[in-house]
């Protein structure tokens, strides 16, 4: 009989939504993520609550708003006591491992404050998302003048160097850089590198290295002794946009569609918007010569990627794991690859701050809904009380602000479903900050999107944006300031206000439990507000006459 035992949660770093074959895209081919859409349901309009690495992360590991568990940038630490995917699962008797990236940055203070040692087992659960370890690599193994990037053994370096990998940092003189025509090294981080292919074998590349440790722990017996959530967490399509041979020529500049920019949107742009534009990568990706070397390369690094993920559903195929394994398959972001004139994400046009998602559901009440797509608005959120669910469980909704998706698989339209999804941006730690003089508080946007309008609030004295997605769906025309338009504004800034001011921070007592205290102390002895005997009843007026 078909169940879920397990769980395989797969998530790509800077995968754009529509960059799948699947997803309409007319010549990138995904055959292996069509084919997990087959067997399952595409989400088509997923968002994520932050449109940046580390705080869209976090969000998806507790299942909770930026605004609540306050990681809000990349390496902004996770404060202990956050309750995680692997505290929720770990009651439910499913164990919670991590192959890959993170971006976790442990709360080193208050860990050391509550006496909780790096080394013990709870200690590193805290410093780890919650997940125990099976591969932890974030892939950011830059360097420069002052240092790495990341201070932290590089457990694919080593790997890497016992290849036969020459160099103190194979994964920048290799796995991300080329040689050059005339022989000379040709790095990665150099936008006018990427059509050569990288200087590295693709079966030692991080896709392949990745794939193959996922396959090692799928035959470990040891893992499989109890249920598991594995999150397979890749590092591409994430720059340096460079790939090994032979996925470097299988796109080129007659693949890149033309950029979703207006000349427009450079007349008079919202200051936080003129900043990004303005900034080297904005600048960078407004030149079409960066386009047309840049998105082949990410292309086959999608095109990579979803190779690998045929070896995992062919494994998974044919040990049988298909009958009890659901399979989530995600991003953390986008990639504006120039839109809008844009690089990165970031911002909240639509190729930075949605995703693609597509879920599979091995049991039967989810055979309806195989190959079909929803069009609801879901949120990042939601997959933590998916798996919660998924599990076995109910769904701590003091604790856990999303909502299961497992009615949309298995054929159900929700109660009062969202009719709104929100994601917030906190800019305080850029340059872009310091260009437009806001303090650290003043420097964050908040999305709000209803399905057609998508308000961005600003903070710091700045307007706010508005876009209309039903006229205007590639989010051209900025509506922040339009009278016609202060009504939908109001609205959807009152929804926002309301969001604000949700008891999110209340974490240790439920609903239920609140409800059932309700008068409850006058059965324990205390009386305020009584006059004389006639104010109470029997049971309560015994103790008094004792």
């Not at 949660?9 to 895209?25: T, V």
């Not at 998806?60 to 006591?81: D, E, I």
């Not at 080593?158 to 040689?179: C, D, F, Q, T, V």
């Not at 659901?326 to 949605?354: A, C, N, Q």
Request: charged share 25%; proline share 7%.
């Amino acid at each position: 009989m078909r169940r879920i035992r397990n769980i395989l949660f797969i998530m790509y770093d800077q995968l754009r939504h529509d960059f799948l074959s699947c997803a309409g895209h007319p010549t990138m081919r995904t055959p292996n993520m069509d084919r997990l859409a087959e067997m399952g349901v595409r989400f088509s309009r997923a968002y994520v609550q932050s449109p940046v690495c580390g705080a869209s992360r976090m969000s998806f590991y507790t299942g909770r708003y930026v605004h609540s568990h306050g990681a809000a940038w990349n390496n902004f630490p996770l404060k202990v006591g956050e309750i995680t995917l692997g505290d929720h699962l770990r009651r439910l008797g499913m164990d919670s491992w991590l192959i890959g990236k993170t971006h976790m940055q442990a709360d080193a203070e208050g860990m050391a404050r509550l006496g909780l040692a790096p080394d013990s087992v709870i200690g590193a659960r805290v410093s780890e998302c919650g997940f125990d370890i099976w591969e932890r690599d974030d892939g950011l193994w830059a360097e420069g003048p002052d240092g790495f990037y990341d201070t932290r053994r590089s457990p694919y370096n080593e790997w890497l160097k016992a290849r036969g990998y020459p160099g103190p940092n194979p994964w920048l003189s290799h796995a991300n850089a080329a040689i050059g025509p005339d022989g000379s090294p040709a790095s990665g981080w150099l936008m006018k590198n990427a059509r050569l292919p990288a200087n590295i074998n693709e079966e030692d590349s991080e896709t392949a290295w990745l794939t193959t440790s996922a396959l090692d722990f799928l035959n470990d017996p040891q893992t499989d002794a109890r249920p598991w959530l594995c999150h397979l967490s890749y590092i591409k399509p994430h720059w340096p946009y460079i790939v090994p041979a032979p996925y470097n020529d299988l796109y080129g500049p007659q693949d890149v569609l033309p950029a979703a920019r207006h000349e427009r949107e450079r007349d008079n742009p919202h200051p936080v918007y003129r900043a990004y534009m303005e900034n080297p990568i904005g600048r960078a990706f407004s030149r079409d010569e960066v386009r047309r070397a840049v998105i082949p390369a990410y292309m086959g690094l999608i095109a990579q990627c979803d190779d690998h993920l045929g070896r995992l559903l062919d494994h998974l195929q044919e040990t049988g794991r298909m009958e009890d394994t659901m399979i989530v398959l995600t991003s953390d972001h986008g990639d504006y690859l120039g839109d809008h004139w844009l690089g990165e994400k970031d911002l909240f046009h639509d190729p930075s701050v949605r995703v693609p998602l597509i879920v599979y559901d091995p049991t039967a009440q989810a055979d309806a809904t195989r190959g079909t797509v929803c069009d609801a608005l879901v949120e990042a959120i939601d997959l933590a009380a998916t798996f919660i669910e998924a599990a076995g469980g109910q769904v701590p909704d003091h604790v856990i602000e999303g909502r299961s998706l497992l009615p949309f698989l298995h054929g159900a339209v929700p109660d009062s479903w969202r009719d709104v999804v929100i994601s917030e941006y906190d800019y305080s730690a850029t340059p872009m900050a310091d260009r437009l003089d806001l303090a650290p508080k003043q420097a964050r946007l908040f999305m709000i999107f209803d399905g057609r309008y998508k308000l961005i609030h600003a903070e710091g004295g700045l307007p706010p944006m508005l876009f209309d997605t039903e006229t205007d769906p590639q989010e051209f025309i900025d509506l922040g300031t339009s009278p016609a338009h202060a009504d939908i504004r109001a609205r959807l800034g009152a929804r926002l206000a309301d969001w604000a001011r949700r008891p999110a921070q209340r974490t240790t007592v439920t609903d239920t439990q609140l409800i059932a205290r309700r008068g409850k102390s006058r059965r324990k002895g205390i009386l305020l507000g009584v006059w004389d005997e006639n104010d109470l009843d029997a049971a309560q007026l015994g103790p008094l006459q004792r």
